[in-house]
């Protein structure tokens, strides 16, 4: 069974950094697209970043391009997000998401695995 655990998350000021860490259980996640999406109260889930399986092919929304990275290592079946220059509006609920192809998608119905999230307070 494929499971996914957030970590990293917490409350920081504004201008601040955090680093988010996705742990990938169940099988090896070198096949397979990953991202970060975030959900804040009362919004939609949305996309942060979506990578290929390798890591070198990403998308990131333009809301968070230049301020958040995106990282994984297939060998310790992790995925980061490092996140700098935060903002109030990034303020929400992460979550890291697997889907069963290699190539990512921008949809976040095309991921089957979810983690069950960690928040993230950016304090103004």
């Known amino acids: 069974q494929v499971q996914l655990v957030e970590s990293g998350g917490g409350l920081v000021q504004t201008g601040g950094s955090l680093t988010l860490s996705c742990a990938v259980s169940?099988?090896?996640?070198?096949?397979?697209?990953m991202g970060w999406f975030r959900q804040a109260p009362g919004k939609e889930r949305e996309l942060v970043v979506v990578?290929?399986?390798?890591?070198?092919?990403?998308y990131y929304a333009d809301s968070v391009k230049g301020r958040f990275t995106v990282s994984r290592s297939n060998l310790r079946n992790t995925m980061w997000l490092q996140m700098n220059s935060l903002k109030p509006e990034d303020t929400a609920v992460y979550y890291c998401?697997?889907?069963?192809?290699?190539?990512?998608?921008?949809?976040?119905?095309?991921?089957?695995?979810w983690g069950q999230g960690t928040q993230v307070t950016v304090s103004s």
């Open positions: 169940g099988r090896s996640s070198a096949n397979y697209a």
């Open positions: 990578t290929n399986y390798s890591g070198r092919m990403t």
């Open positions: 998401a697997q889907r069963e192809y290699s190539n990512y998608s921008r949809d976040l119905n095309g991921y089957s695995y």
